[in-house]
Structure formats: structure tokens, C-alpha cells
């Protein structure tokens, strides 16, 4: 079916087909009075065929600047595939290598290396709505999730820039969980963090990560990835002095979200393949019915319709060009009055 983006131009337009059929401008002619000249087949032929282009033409470039369609919708379908959000931390340590120091010659950033696998990620992923949050001194929302896959693609290049000190991890979470929204209530929905290191979360803030986590369950995982001398999250202090938020800040981020109640895995990365296989995990897990929508190819028609307004203004423009006169004035006599045409 053929549809409009533009439907009011191509309605207020359309009238001006009347032109060609109502309006006969005065040209100038050899013959003192019109009427006296014979009745001629081909010459009303001939004016009806031009009178009819010019209703072709203006036609074409009225619906042309409709901007007329057939398909480009989009059809809801099944398929395999999760609604996910990626949190992705850019503070500054992000930026060094696994070996803890700024990049050196083949070297690369944790940064980069985890951006370029979950790359890999989304493009394995396409029946996927994925959305894109970053924190460092504050969350920020990159790209809401969307089935626009470009879009995230886009997303994640942009997060290049150098990182903050600070990681508000937990304030990051419950940007995260809000992206979601209702619409993927009925869903699978997972959560996935990329960090190489956490912050102390305030009381406050754990208690709002708790309500948001019960409004919005999710699968929570963690892609903690670990640098050169980092404790990890798993390891106990054999010193319980040293076991507070403040000393081991990453232990005591996996026991908050631990004991969240909702399905939560931690991966341990210490290089790129690590990351790459952690990833992997990921999204062999995840993979779950979801409902996606599939766009339908859009042919545009305007590019037609302006080829057949261009043939029809060509057309008029040759019969202008090879007009001539039938009867040049003052080489055929008159007929007789009372004879053949004249009245």
C-alpha cells in the first residue's frame, strides 16, 4: 500500500492538475478569427495529448512532494535475544593496561579492549534491544535501549574520551535498572557491568539500589576486569581490619549485589581473551524468547515520479520546439463563407 510522509503537500497540490484542462492562454496566430480555420482531427488531437501531459506532469510533482512510499513499517515478530543494558565504567583507571600503566605500543586499554569485544557482543546479538550507560563521577545515559543496533555501536565509539577519578558505581546501577522501563517487563532483561574497580556505596544509596532492583528485576552480571595487583572479588583479607567497603571496595560491591535477590554472576577478566570469554558466557545465557520488531524494506516512489515528470515536461518541451503553424497566414485562400467550418 502506498503511503505519504508529506500527505497535505501532495493534497494541497494535487488540484493544480486542473491547470492544463481550464486555462488556455492566448497565443498569437496568423489568422484574423480562429473559428475560420477547418475543423482539424489532428491538430485537437494533438492538443488533447499535450493538455494531458501537463496533467502527467503536475500530477508526478505534486505526489513526488508528497514523498510517496510502499512498505518501510514494521512487523512484530518472535525470536531469541534479551533486553540488555551495558554499564560501562570510564574512570581513569579504565584507561591504563591490564598491566595497571598507560598503554605502550602494542599495548591496549581495558577501556578499548572491553569496548571492542562487547562490539563483538552486539553484533552476534541482532534480535537484541540494548541500551548504553556510562558513570565515572556521574552515570550518564549514552543510548536508551533500542533495537536500533547502529545506534549502540555509535554509542559505545563516543565513550572513548578520558575517564574521571571517581566511580559512583552504585548511582550508575540505578540508572541502569531505569532504562529498562515497563515495556520489558514481560522479558528478559539483563544488566551487565564492566568495571575494573568499584567505590564505597552509601547506606542511602544501597537502599535505593534495593527498591529499584525490586521494581525492576534483571539477570545482573558483572564483568569485573582485573588489573595487575588487584585483590579480585572473591579473595578474604586474612586481616579483618582490612575488610571494610573503604579497603576492599570491589569484595564488598559483589556482597551488596550478591545479596540483592535477583540472578547475579561475577566474571573475573585479566585479559582480552578473558573479557572476549566472559562475553561469550554472557551471551550464551542470554538467550531467551523475546518480541522484536522487523522492519520492512521501503521503496520510494518519489524518484519515479519525478522521472515521468521530467519524461512529460521533455514532451512539452519538444512539441514547443517543433511547433508550426498548419495554415501560415495568406498562402491557402479562405473557404467560401457558408462552406466547410465557417459559420
Known sequence: MIAFDRPLVALLLL????????????????????????????????AAALRALGVVAIAALALALGGPHLGGGTVERRGV??????????????????????????????????????????DRRPRDRIGVAAFSTTPMMVVPITDRLDAVRGALDAIDLPG????????GLILALEMFGDS?????????????GAGVVGREVQDALRAAVKRTPVNLYWLFIRSKGSYGLFGVPENRSDDTPRARPERHLHILLSSLGIPYRALEAQSPEAIGEAIAEIDRLERRPITYAERTPRTDLAPWLYGLAALALALLGAAVAFERALVPAGTVPLPPFGRGGAR
Do not use: C, Q
Request: glycine share 4%; net charge positive.
Open 184 to 196: 520489558t517487563a514481560a522479558e528478559s532483561r539483563a544488566l551487565v557491568l564492566i568495571s575494573d
Open 164 to 171: 574521571l577519578a571517581y566511580t559512583d558505581v552504585g548511582r
Open 81 to 122: 535475544g534479551a533486553n540488555v543494558v551495558l554499564l560501562i565504567d570510564r574512570s581513569s583507571s579504565m584507561d591504563n593496561s591490564f598491566a595497571d600503566r598507560l598503554p605502550s605500543g602494542d599495548e591496549e586499554s581495558k577501556s578499548a579492549a572491553a569496548r571492542r569485544l562487547v562490539r563483538d557482543f552486539v
Open 15 to 46: 488540484p493544480l492538475v486542473l491547470l492544463p484542462l481550464l486555462v488556455r492562454p492566448a497565443a498569437p496566430s496568423g489568422h484574423p478569427a480562429i473559428r475560420l480555420v477547418p475543423a482539424d482531427r489532428a491538430s485537437r488531437a494533438t
